[in-house]
C-alpha cells in the first residue's frame, strides 16, 4: 500500500529517456562494499566543510516522474539554498540537479550531472586507481538536500538514492554511494555504472583500481 501511494503522490509522465539504473546489492555485498570504502578513508570519515568564500551556486532541478506536491518539496528555499551552499565552490553553475521517480519499480533518485567544465575539485587518480572519495562532497551535499526534503516534508523521500551521473561522448558513468540507510553520502560506492553495466573496483590506500579499460573511462567520465 505505501508503494502504491508514494507512486500516486509521485506519478507524472516523462518522456525522456533514463539512463539504465545500477544493479541492486543484496544487504551482505552492500555492507562488504560500504566497509572497504570506509577502510580506505580511514575512521575519521566527517562531513564535508563549506568553501570559504565560495558564492552559491545556481540550482536548475530536472523532474522526470515526480508531481507536482513533491516539486515543491524539493523546490523549498531552505532546501535549495542547503544545496547551493554545499556545492559552492565546487561545482561550476548551474548545477544541473535530476529528481525521478520510476513508477514502475517504485524507486527515486537524485543526482547531479557533471556536464563538461563542471567539476572543480580534483579527483586524484594513480594509475588504475581513482580516488573516488574525492567526490564525497558533492555526495554529501546532495544527502543532505534529500534528508532536508525528507525530515521537513515526506519522510519517504529519505529512501531515494543519490548520486552523480556524467556523459562524455559514448560514455556515461554513474557514481552512487554506500553506507548504512539513509547513506549520508560519506561514503562513494566502489561500483560505477560505466556504460550501462555495473563495474566493481578494489578499494586501495590509493582509491579503487578497476580494470584498466574501465578506469580510462571513468577518468574520462571526470575530466574536468
Known sequence: MTRVLLALLLAACSSEPEPPPPAELDASEAEAQAEAVAAQQGPETSTPEPVVGAEPVEIVLVWQGIGNLHRSFFSSADAVSLLSTGLAGRVEGPANVYVRHDNAEFVGSIRLQLRPDTLRIEVGSEGDAI?????????????SFRSHVASHFDFRVESFSVGLESFRGPHSCIFGVAGEHPPDGLLVSPCVVVDGKERCGE?????????PDVAKTIRTCLDR
Open 203 to 211: 578499494a586501495t590506500s590509493r582509491g579503487v583500481r578497476f580494470d
Open 131 to 143: 580516488a573516488l572519495q574525492d567526490l564525497t562532497p558533492l555526495t554529501a551535499a546532495l544527502a
